[in-house]
């Protein structure tokens, strides 16, 4: 083999290991595989399981049905993935009240301050439901301590302790 090829073959594998390093750290999202066939090792990416889900769910949002529009914004909430908050902004709008307040409270769980400024016009709704959980809202984004507590018994002890009088 001549030093020219030797050359452009190395120069090749080493673009391909830099371009392969920087798709991973610009798409942390994708998940990488390897695997040898024939002799041959091929290498692919394929978007995480979670973050397909995420997509599907942000999709769902837009669906004619008002049950799966709850279902998705629910799910996003589970999901705590902040890519989700956009379109969960958008569904604050939606004409549904249910809708709404899914969106609202899942917003509120994943706990962005882009979703601040949707969460105050939420204030104005009309439906006093989705009032109280937009104020909910923005105590858990803010993080002022008002929202709810994460242990269902916001003392040490679940049970009430009985003192004993003399």
Partial sequence: MSPVTVFFRTLLKSSAIFVGTAAIFLHPSLEWRGRAMNERTTV?????????????????????????????????????????????????KDADPDVRRHAIDALGEIGDPRALEALTK????????????????????????????????????????????R
């Avoid at 394929?46 to 799910?75: H, M, T, Y």
């Fill in 122 to 165: 939420a204030l104005k709704d009309e439906d006093a439901t989705i009032r109280r959980h937009a104020a909910a809202a923005i105590a858990e984004v803010s993080g002022d301590g008002s929202g709810p507590h994460p242990h269902p018994h916001p003392h040490p002890h679940p049970h009430p302790v009985i003192a004993r009088v």
């Fill in 44 to 92: 692919g990416a394929q978007q995480a399981p979670a973050e397909a889900a995420v997509d599907g769910l942000i999709g769902a949002l837009k669906d004619s049905d008002a049950g799966v529009r709850r279902a998705a914004a629910d799910a996003l909430g589970e999901l705590n993935n902040r890519r989700a908050v956009p379109a969960l902004i958008d569904a604050v």
